[in-house]
């Protein structure tokens, strides 16, 4: 009998990248020590450290169909270990841990993807290029919904930087820091643990989140609700966050006609859906004579059960630099 023998790093590449996510795992596993020791070196023992490999092993996840070397998918892997570390030691600014995918270019020969604009560059749509997004989804909805809702803000939406999202939470940065460290650590075992499940179909379960924004926004300005608009509303939905009153509970749908009956405007820019969780970012128009214009930019942050609406707060996120 021939003698059994472990898989090649180029024969676990070429079957990562044809959708085998064990495969995957295999490669992580097997380069964790070295891509650790990059981790270590630039950002030192810490929780720093930690949280850079966590960010590399999402982006491998993501990318893995970039490597035109399989046999060379070791350096690949430490060099996306760098890069996510020298985010961190780059400006004040915190940039998120799945944006600024291009400067993996030019990194042991990293292929440079064509994002030229925000719309191409969201990381969504980096994830829908690979056949892997709705495995990674799928344990994103398998976490509690603290953590969830932590990890789609920081990795998948605009609001994304630590400031903004204990804003969002109406949590203390720290705890925002804690919740993402542990929301990253159950992702992992989730990924290992749910490899061979099938997965819901995320774009799907997105485009159909887009239409509802689009139709509640119309029907909203309509100020007629159809049935099928209106059954997501139900009368326990309640509004919460800034937009809230203290000791008295508010459904969302007054204080959105408040808000168009001052003539402003919203137009969907980008949505995020899990089962429970929904981000709708908007862009917002408002009247040339408002006195107290809104932002440009909001976020609708619904959590819901049963597809139904159980809690909605308004975000502002910070204007961009």
């Known amino acids: ?42 950002l030192g023992y810490g929780p720093d450290a930690e949280d850079a490999m966590q960010d590399a092993a999402l982006t ?15 350096p690949w892997l430490r060099a996306i270990v760098r890069n996510a570390c020298r985010m961190r030691l780059r400006a004040s600014r915190e940039t998120p841990g799945l944006e600024g995918l291009e400067g993996l270019a030019g990194l042991d020969g990293l292929d440079r993807l064509a994002l030229p604009g925000r719309e191409q560059a969201l990381p969504e749509r980096v994830v829908e290029q690979h056949a892997m997004r709705d495995w990674i989804w799928g344990a994103v909805e398998e976490l509690p919904q603290q953590l969830q809702l932590v990890l789609m803000l920081r990795h998948f939406s605009g609001v994304s930087t630590y400031q903004e999202i204990a804003a969002a939470c109406e949590v203390p940065v720290g705890t925002v820091r804690s919740r ?21 179909d995320t774009s799907a379960r997105v485009e159909e989140s887009r239409h509802e924004a689009v139709a509640t926004l119309a029907a909203a300005e309509s100020g007629t609700l159809p049935r099928e608009i209106a059954e ?26 408040q808000v168009l009956e001052k003539g402003v405007r919203q137009q969907v820019r980008h949505v995020v859906a899990s089962r429970d969780i929904t981000i709708w ?23 819901r059960r049963d597809g139904r609406v159980q809690k909605l707060s308004v975000v502002f996120p910070a204007p961009p630099r």
Do not use: Y
């Open 1 to 42: 009998m021939a003698p059994l023998t472990s898989p090649t790093d180029e024969q676990l590449t070429r079957r990562a990248q044809a959708g085998e996510t064990g495969a995957l795992g295999l490669l992580l596993a097997r380069h964790q020590a070295p891509m650790r020791a990059v981790a270590l070196s630039l």
């Open 60 to 74: 491998a996840l993501r990318r893995i169909g970039d490597v035109r070397d399989p046999a060379a998918v070791g």
């Open 180 to 200: 993402l460290s542990q929301a990253r650590s159950k992702l992992a075992q989730v990924l290992v643990a749910t490899a061979a499940q099938s997965h819901d």
């Open 232 to 257: 997501r509303w139900p009368t326990q939905s309640q509004m919460i966050g800034r937009f809230a009153q203290p000791g008295e509970r508010i459904h969302p749908g007054p204080v959105l006609c």
């Open 281 to 303: 970012e908007m862009d917002v128009v408002n009247p040339a004579d408002l006195e107290d214009p809104c932002p440009p930019s909001l976020v609708w942050l619904m959590f």
